[in-house]
């Protein structure tokens, strides 16, 4: 049974960092490209960042937040990460994990405020 663990969540000034995991288990992870979604209030689930598996490590992000996020993944772990800077306001969300095979997270809450 796949089971996809998001944690790292919180309350972030504007500004500042977060870093996201997300634990994977029950699959052979090096060989699932991973995304991010986040779904903010109001608002319906959005792409935030996918990277490619062993065999193409290629991160893809959207445009609200390329140059400011980093996806990243170790394969030894298991894992896959989101590192979040200059955290905007607008980035306040549930943020989702996912191997692109109909699994997701549960999700990690993010609120950035001052």
């Known amino acids: 049974q796949v089971q996809l663990v998001e944690s790292g969540g919180g309350l972030v000034q504007p500004g500042g960092s977060l870093r996201l995991s997300c634990a994977a288990s029950g699959l052979t992870f090096s060989w699932f490209g991973m995304s991010w979604y986040r779904q903010g209030p109001g608002k319906e689930r959005e792409f935030v960042a996918r990277?490619?598996?062993?065999?193409?490590?290629?991160?893809d992000y959207s445009a609200a937040v390329k140059g400011r996020f980093t996806i990243s993944r170790d394969n030894v772990k298991n894992t896959v990460y989101l590192q979040m800077n200059s955290q905007k306001p607008e980035d306040t969300a549930v943020y989702y994990c996912?191997?692109?095979?109909?699994?997701w997270g549960q999700g990690t809450q993010v609120t950035v405020s001052s």
């Open positions: 990277i490619g598996n062993t065999r193409s490590s290629r991160a």
């Open positions: 996912t191997n692109g095979a109909g699994d």
